[in-house]
């Protein structure tokens, strides 16, 4: 069965990095686009990042782009989101998100993970 | 971007009786070329990641039960639960995947009356 594992949340300071990670099993990994979608604390949800299959079409919502850099390692499965120069409004759980396709655009997105929580904060 | 408005924010419905939500999108979702709206429905449950019901505005995801289902065309859909269940209580969100960035309604929270 298709499993979505997040990790590497935790609390950071604004200004501060950090780098989630998204071990996927259960299907072929390099045969899927992935998203990255969040949900800040008691409010609704908000997609931030789409990677082709293949790593070659990279998509980002405005609130992060220029600080977000989505990746993927087809030979690990595993998709990763660098987060860079981060605001008290980036706290949310970030939830790793299958597309039901390879390139992502236009397609439905199917399988979540259960979420990791980032907190920023001073 | 597209803007998805749903309505109600809240609904209380009563066990075993029909709970109808509302989904408008800002723009047109439906691809002419194909006929295909490009909408879905996820249903999430406290603490839980949110769960795919319905896509293509009517395709029941697989595993998914027959009392859940989707309409709508263009602008304007609606997600139909037939017979509430104790299970269903929960929020709904749709989502447009026409066009980038992908946006979710703002969610419906339905109880049990």
């Known amino acids: 069965q298709v499993e979505l594992v997040e990790s590497g949340g935790g609390v950071v300071q604004p200004g501060r990095s950090l780098r989630l990670s998204c071990a996927a099993s259960?299907?072929?990994?390099?045969?899927?686009?992935m998203h990255w979608v969040r949900q800040a604390p008691g409010k609704g949800l908000e997609w931030v990042a789409l990677i082709s299959n293949n790593g070659n079409s990279l998509l980002y919502g405005d609130s992060v782009k220029g600080r977000f850099t989505i990746s993927r390692d087809n030979s690990k499965n595993t998709v990763d989101l660098q987060m860079n120069s981060l605001r008290t409004e980036d706290t949310a759980v970030y939830y790793c998100v299958r597309d039901m396709s390879w390139g992502g655009s236009g397609w439905p997105m199917d399988y979540w993970g259960q979420g990791t929580l980032v907190t920023v904060s001073s | 971007d597209i803007v998805m408005t749903q309505s109600p924010d809240s609904l209380a419905v009563s066990l075993g009786e029909r709970a109808t939500i509302n989904c408008k999108s800002s723009q047109n979702l439906l691809y002419t070329s194909n006929n295909k709206n490009y909408l879905s429905w996820y249903r999430q449950k406290p603490g839980q990641p949110p769960k795919l019901l319905i896509y293509w505005a009517s395709n029941r995801e697989s595993g998914v039960p027959d009392r859940f289902s989707g309409s709508g065309s263009g602008t304007d859909f609606t997600l139909t639960i037939s017979s509430l269940q104790a299970e269903d209580v929960a929020v709904y969100y749709c989502q447009q995947y026409y066009s980038f960035p992908s946006t979710f309604g703002q969610g419906t929270k339905l109880e049990i009356k």
């Open positions: 259960g299907f072929t990994f390099s045969s899927y686009a």
